[in-house]
């Protein structure tokens, strides 16, 4: 699995409408708030050009992409952090995800119920936002109570913690997201392992409908708050994307471009994600399957190895690696061998996006 995504945002936002888009799910949309109450997972997977063209290239009987999981969680109120409407729970939920997706309504309807009678994303954005964050002051306030009894006893570690999360607990309570806290790399050891909602990456969902598309009533503003926090502004079509899960991909395409979006919502967002994260993809030819395989940049050999089985983590020798590029360019693993372009890389090596790998390991 890439990385867990939650859908995040206040209630009757089209949360459920878009992880259904998403999806292809089934998760209940209704015109009232709180519908959704168990957090709903989904696992999709990942849509990828470059596994679809060694499929065809090599025609192998099996071809395995790698997958995605989305979390539908139930909408956050103003006092979410205090408990209002399961407000703990649903944070609980939200500790558990990689990437927090914050969907905003930009959708006018006059029936379906909203915190407000106006309708003002930028204000909603912020209304999440400062749950997230005052939810994080009170996690970062209990840590603070126990690291400060174990540094009064004395121990140097707890010690050189407490000003760490002294000036950590100030910034947040500043209402900037603990992501940004500058930390000097001797402090780097400092960062608490408690799981800070504001120090996951995030991306907002602009909920749209085809009228706010042409109109641009509310997006401009949008896209300068995310210009300004620096993250990506993903617009969807939530309504129109989940009526045309039901249908095959390529008419589904036609109605989205005819829309104005040549990409799925899907596709956008995976994208953003990968980048978010530092997501890269190597795949693998074992016997009659091709698959694609999803971590970090920067991974090295021996670990992509063990995402794949322990035991080939543990007998690792080292990793046969063919670029895609050179595979798509001269048409058969064959040529490519004969070109010398395989290369033999030890343990340490840095998996590169795109690389197709065989790894040699001892079985034990
Ligand atoms: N007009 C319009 N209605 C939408 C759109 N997206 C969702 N809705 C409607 O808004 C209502 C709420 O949608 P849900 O997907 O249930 O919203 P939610 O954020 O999951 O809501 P909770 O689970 O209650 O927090 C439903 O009546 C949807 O049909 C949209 O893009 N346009
Ligand atoms: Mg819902």
Redesign the pocket.
Known sequence: MACRCGLV???????????NALTGGQ??????????LAPQVGIVPVPDPRLETLGRLLQPPKLTPTTIEFV?I??LIAGASQGEGLGNQFLAAIREVDLLVQ?VRA?E?PD?PHVAPDLDPVRDVGIIDTELLLADVELLRRHLLKVERVAKAGDKKAMAQLQFLRRLEAFVNQGRWAREFPVAEADASCWPDIPLLTRKPSLLVA???EQEWRARRFLPALEELASQRRVPLIPI????EAELQDLPPEERQEFLAAAGFPESALTRLIRASYELLGLITFYTIVGAEVRAWTVPAGTPAVRCAGRIHSDMEKGFIKAEIMAFADLLRLGSAAKVKEAGLVHLEGRDYLIQDGDIVLFRFQAR
Do not use: H, Q, R
């Open positions: 945002g206040l209630p009757n936002v089209g949360k459920s409408t878009i992880f998760a209940e949309v209704a015109g009232y708030p709180f519908t959704t539908d139930a909408g969907v959708f309807a379906i909920n749209i409908s079509l939530g309504d129109l």
